[in-house]
């Protein structure tokens, strides 16, 4: 199981998903069987912009009601690990970096002791660029990364 995401840096801007053997998360279980369904949850939480430690405290209670509720996939806002609408890059930085830094290891720990697949968004550093990303986690450990092709501009 890696550590980090599989990302190669070539790859940032070009959008898509980016897994050394490719596509998205449960495209092997539907593979094997076309009939299967998935439970799906769309998770709301609010956000706090700046606030990686509490969102990601928001985001684990809002997974564990779904799993209660027998999902399999949970899926959560844009940006919903860092908030959004940063006044500037300068704002935005080091709250992307504390999320780079916390947010996949996290997410992936919950996703894999509760069985259950996981879209989030966040904001991600990459140089002076910040990227708008979706962190998707696998309920066996595989761990995916979209990141939008264009970073944020003056203001994220």
Not at 9 to 36: C, K, T, Y
Not at 52 to 63: A, G, K, M, T
Not at 123 to 140: M, T
């Amino acid at each position: 199981m890696p550590s980090k995401m599989d990302a190669p840096a070539e790859a940032r801007g070009s959008g898509g998903l980016r897994e050394s053997s490719g596509a998205i998360v449960l495209r092997d279980r539907l593979a094997e069987d076309q009939s299967m369904s998935v439970r799906v949850s769309a998770c709301q939480i609010d956000p706090e912009i700046g606030q990686v430690d509490r969102n990601l405290e928001r985001i684990e209670r809002s997974l564990l009601e779904a799993v209660r509720a027998g999902v399999e996939l949970a899926v959560f806002p844009e940006a919903a690990v860092t908030g959004y609408a940063y006044s500037s890059l300068d704002e935005a930085q080091p709250v992307a970096r504390r999320a780079s830094a916390v947010a996949a290891d996290r997410l992936a720990t919950l996703a894999q002791e509760h069985r259950v697949s996981i879209i989030c968004g966040s904001l991600e550093p990459e140089g002076d660029e910040i990227y708008n990303v979706a962190l998707i986690l696998s309920s066996d450990g595989r761990r995916f990364r979209y990141s939008n092709w264009r970073a944020c501009g003056s203001a994220c």
